[in-house]
């Protein structure tokens, strides 16, 4: 079964910060992963898919990188919009398992 | 614009069944492949479900596979989850999402969930 890994759980930053969230995949998904933002009470938005494209309309100071099985999501810098919980999923076979979460909150 | 809702949550007891439908609006709904993620209380994401746009092929959850059944009605443009069996692990905000164009991929649009609470 697959299994995604995400860290740090939380992250504590301030406005401005550079930010970085890791995903680490069981198994190779090569780049058939995508990054998604959840606020409070409110459904998920996607950011990123094929681990590096950046969804319509999402901000460029969010980036995503890696393949096989370890990938990146980059903030450049922190905006108060950003502070949120993060997920990455991935969607390579007959799964779409989803890691457990990254919330980022203020400092 | 893309909308979707869902509906059919509620109070269930354990061991009983419930159906979920999310009607879709907006977008040529037979195009799109479909996904129904949900979200316990205070608890992160978990995918549960997706079916191609044709419904030719479905994949489920390890957590729900056996007692849970995705379908849709093209005609309908609605989405359905057939629970069964369900117990408290089962208590969640249900979400309906749809993947891309002909595909099964992340999901660009969320519905705003539906409630599901399994309790005696």
């Known amino acids: 079964d697959m299994q995604m890994t995400q860290s740090p759980s939380t992250l504590s930053a301030s406005v401005g910060d550079r930010v970085t969230i890791t995903c680490r995949a069981s198994q190779s998904i090569n780049t058939w992963l995508a990054w998604y933002q959840q606020k409070p009470g409110k459904a998920p938005k996607l950011l990123i898919y094929k681990a590096s494209t950046l969804e319509s309309g999402v901000p460029e100071r969010f980036s995503g990188s890696g393949s096989g099985t370890e990938f990146t999501l980059t903030i450049s810098s922190l905006q108060p919009d950003d502070f949120a919980t993060y997920y990455c999923q991935e969607y390579s076979r007959y799964s779409r398992t989803f890691g457990q979460g990254t919330k980022v909150d203020i400092k | 614009q893309v909308e979707l809702l869902e509906s059919g949550g509620g109070v269930v007891q354990p061991g009983t069944s419930l159906r979920l439908s999310c009607v879709a609006s907006?977008?040529?709904?037979?195009?799109?492949?479909m996904h129904w993620v949900r979200q316990a209380p205070g608890k992160g994401l978990e995918w549960v479900a997706v079916?191609?746009?044709?419904?030719?092929?479905?994949y489920y959850g390890d957590s729900v596979k056996g007692r849970f059944t995705i379908s849709r009605d093209n005609s309908e443009n609605t989405l359905y989850l057939q629970m069964n069996s369900l117990s408290a692990e089962d208590t969640a905000l249900y979400y309906c999402a749809r993947a891309g164009v002909y595909s099964s991929g992340p999901a660009n649009s969320w519905g705003p969930g539906t409630l599901v609470t399994v309790s005696s």
């Open positions: 079916i191609w746009y044709d419904g030719s092929n479905k």
């Open positions: 907006g977008f040529i709904f037979s195009d799109y492949g």
